[in-house]
């Protein structure tokens, strides 16, 4: 999880702007724009403070099964900002722009739905959640 978030965050500061979440993302191969950008930020960073903070980068992506976030909590760091090589090998590297790219295009699908129901003015949203929530949870 820390190299995953340190080949983004390559000046080391702990966090990353929008900017050069896009800049980083480029720079490994995945094309988006400041707007798709920008999206994902409204997503994942939970303060709202233009900074993904790890914290926030880990919170976001660790797994839910207890067994793996264990797993990625206990893994060294390998990587190593001052030569600039990726942690990764292709086949890692590969899933892990998938990842992102995966999660560009879910938040560019729900910002389509929350336009449309923007749109239909008289929806409500907290209802529309109790009719889904079939275990009350």
Request: charge should be negative; aromatic fraction near 10%.
């Amino acid at each position: 999880m820390i190299d995953a978030f340190a080949i983004l965050d390559t000046q080391g500061k702990g966090f990353v702007t929008p900017v050069e979440l896009r800049e980083a993302l480029n720079e490994l191969g995945l094309k988006c724009n400041i707007d798709e950008v920008h999206l994902v930020f409204e997503k994942l960073n939970n303060l709202g403070d233009g900074m993904l903070k790890y914290s926030e980068f880990s919170e976001a992506l660790m797994p839910m099964d207890q067994h793996y976030a264990r797993l990625l909590g206990t893994k060294k760091l390998q990587f190593i900002s001052k030569n600039n090589k990726c942690p990764f090998d292709s086949h890692t590297l590969t899933r892990y722009l998938q990842m992102w790219d995966l999660i560009i295009q879910n938040e560019k699908a729900a910002e389509t739905v929350r336009q449309r129901l923007h749109k239909k003015g008289n929806f409500d949203t907290n209802k529309a959640f109790q009719l889904c929530d079939y275990n009350n949870d």
